[in-house]
């Protein structure tokens, strides 16, 4: 029998030598990352989804105006789709995507518990989007990335313009959750608000593009690995920087379905207008008087979500993105935040509701309906 360690001379040490680097090729094949680039700095992990002492230090100070003279008129079909967005079927879909209702995937009844990015359940809550979009007649593609040498996913679900269609606006939401462990499976995961509520949101706003005669491109994008690193948006954001992707606006829908005082408080963060984000802000609060929607947006104008959500890699990159959420404050903020308890119990969905308007009415601007 042949025995290496019998082996001597030149001969023998080469030997040697291949296997080693046979070994460590093995290891880097095992644990692969897809590269993620140096623009990003990381995402904050520090148990919280804002910086609560940014938030206090910067409550009482004073933010740009806003000038809500001279409004457009509302534009009668987009009036017309906000209307086809009801309480009802965001209920249905929510509970389709936290497990409270079982939910036909692939022609089986399936149970979706958790979304944590370790849990099979992902790949199933990620087939039911697809199943969703070709409903619709929506084409999708799974972008792939690597982490430690497993493979992820991003759903992509692209809606051509047709006079610029370089032209491109980015809607995100994060599919994964968590209850607390996202680096173990975690059996239980609803996420109803975080974030069910964006991916649900960017089901309704589906259903109103693919009726729309689209001037520029949107694309909607259910990231993956947010609760672990940003992973996703930081790999799909930096493969549109690689292609130099025309991205004019990239709006993310993250927990923007708790709402438990009065007043219908809407956050809207630009990180301090970074890239010129704050242009965003003010598009955003227009429409809800333009379409007299039942919100406060509140332009928050800090840092207090820098690198939390996956609208910093697009930051990163130099283009206006913002993050919409709930009232992200010490006394706003959702006590069931990663936890067995995010179900839709402690969600306010007439204020979901008029959110998706918001981002729908404001797209559909940006989009340049024809």
């Known amino acids: 029998m042949f025995n290496l360690f019998e082996l001597s001379g030149p001969y023998g040490l080469l030997l040697f030598l291949a296997g080693i680097v046979g070994i460590i090729a093995s290891i880097r094949y095992l644990f692969r990352t897809t590269p993620i680039s140096s623009v990003h700095a990381g995402k904050v992990h520090d148990g919280c989804k804002f910086d609560r002492a940014e938030v206090r230090?910067?409550?009482?100070?004073?933010?740009?105006?806003?000038d809500l003279s001279n409004l457009?008129?509302?534009?009668?079909?987009?009036?017309?789709?906000?209307?086809?967005?009801q309480i009802a079927n965001v209920e249905k879909a929510l509970k389709e995507l936290t497990g409270e209702t079982n939910v036909t995937v692939g022609g089986k009844s399936v149970q979706i518990t958790s979304?944590?990015?370790?849990?099979k359940n992902l790949d199933l809550a990620m087939a039911y989007l697809e199943e969703f979009y070709a409903g619709l007649g929506v084409k999708t593609t799974r972008v792939q990335y690597m982490q430690r040498g497993k493979k992820f996913y991003n759903l992509e679900?692209?809606?051509?313009?047709?006079?610029?269609p370089d032209k491109v606006i980015v809607i995100g939401a994060h599919l994964d959750s968590t209850a607390g462990d996202p680096w173990r499976l975690e059996a239980v995961a609803?996420?109803?608000n975080d974030d069910g509520s964006g991916t649900v949101s960017l089901k309704e706003i589906a259903k109103v593009l693919v009726k729309l005669n689209l001037g520029n491109t949107v694309r909607l994008v259910h990231f993956t690995g947010e609760e672990q690193g940003l992973w996703g948006s930081y790999t799909y954001s930096d493969k549109l920087a690689e292609d130099k992707t025309r991205v004019i606006a990239m709006f993310e829908m993250d927990m923007v379905g708790h709402c438990h005082k009065p007043g219908n408080r809407l956050d809207i963060h630009d990180d301090l207008d970074r890239n010129g984000s704050h242009a965003l802000v003010v598009d955003l609060v227009r429409n809800v008087?333009?379409?007299?929607?039942q919100l406060n947006p509140v332009d928050t104008h800090n840092h207090a979500v820098h690198d939390r959500s996956d609208n910093a890699g697009f930051l990163d990159h130099g283009w206006k993105a913002v993050l919409i959420s709930q009232e992200f404050s010490d006394d706003g903020w959702d006590p069931n935040y990663h936890s067995v308890n995010d179900r839709i119990a402690s969600m306010n969905?007439?204020?979901m509701v008029e959110t998706i308007k918001m981002v729908i009415a404001t797209v559909c601007d940006y989009a340049g309906i024809r």
């Open 190 to 192: 609803p996420g109803a």
């Open 157 to 164: 679900a692209i809606f051509p313009g047709k006079v610029t």
């Open 57 to 66: 230090r910067t409550s009482m100070l004073a933010t740009p105006p806003i």
């Open 115 to 119: 979304r944590n990015t370790y849990h």
């Open 289 to 293: 008087a333009r379409y007299g929607l």
């Open 72 to 85: 457009p008129p509302p534009d009668a079909r987009v009036v017309a789709e906000l209307a086809g967005v």
């Open 349 to 351: 969905l007439p204020f």
